[in-house]
């Protein structure tokens, strides 16, 4: 599957768009809409247009991850929520999560009741985390 526009957008909007780099919550260096990795680096200024091309990368590392991991036939929102989630959360933590072994188990009203798991940063619980997690938790549910 790929992510919907609706979906782009939504997760797009949650990363923010910063063309210089900063420090997420979690301390990790990052770029345009939520851009990590060992290209990041310090001083580092990007165009818009690099941030849409680091986003289509990104986008698509994230769909694979979920398509590759997700054993259960989804529908689009469930998919948009679910690559939404990964990108921020991250591979290894989508992978070992309570929610994705739930929902292949077929349980998806319980997987979907992980999402509000998913609020720490820095140790911490953050408000906007909050606020995504039962975006993206309505989104899967719709």
């Known amino acids: ?11 797009k909007l949650k990363e923010g768009l910063k063309l210089e780099i900063y420090k997420c919550s979690s301390n990790v260096s990052t770029i345009g809409y939520g851009h990590t990795g060992s290209d ?3 001083g580092m200024k990007i165009t818009k247009e690099q941030a849409e091309k680091l986003f289509a990368m990104d986008i698509q590392i ?12 989804l529908t689009q ?26 929902l ?4 998806y ?9 998913w ?11 909050q606020k995504r997690r039962e975006e993206e938790k309505r989104l899967f549910l719709k």
Request: proline share 3%; hydrophobic share 35%.
């Open 77 to 102: 929102n469930q998919f948009d929520a679910l690559v939404s989630l990964e990108f921020n959360i991250g591979y290894g933590a989508f992978k070992n999560s309570t929610l994705l072994k739930l």
């Open 119 to 129: 609020v720490y940063s820095g140790g911490k619980v953050s408000a906007g985390l």
């Open 104 to 107: 292949n188990a077929g349980k």
């Open 62 to 73: 994230h769909e694979n991850n979920v398509n590759q991991l997700v054993k259960v036939p």
């Open 40 to 42: 990041v680096h310090a």
């Open 1 to 11: 599957m790929k992510t919907s526009e609706e979906g782009k957008k939504f997760i």
């Open 109 to 117: 009203r319980e997987s979907a009741e992980q999402f509000p798991r």
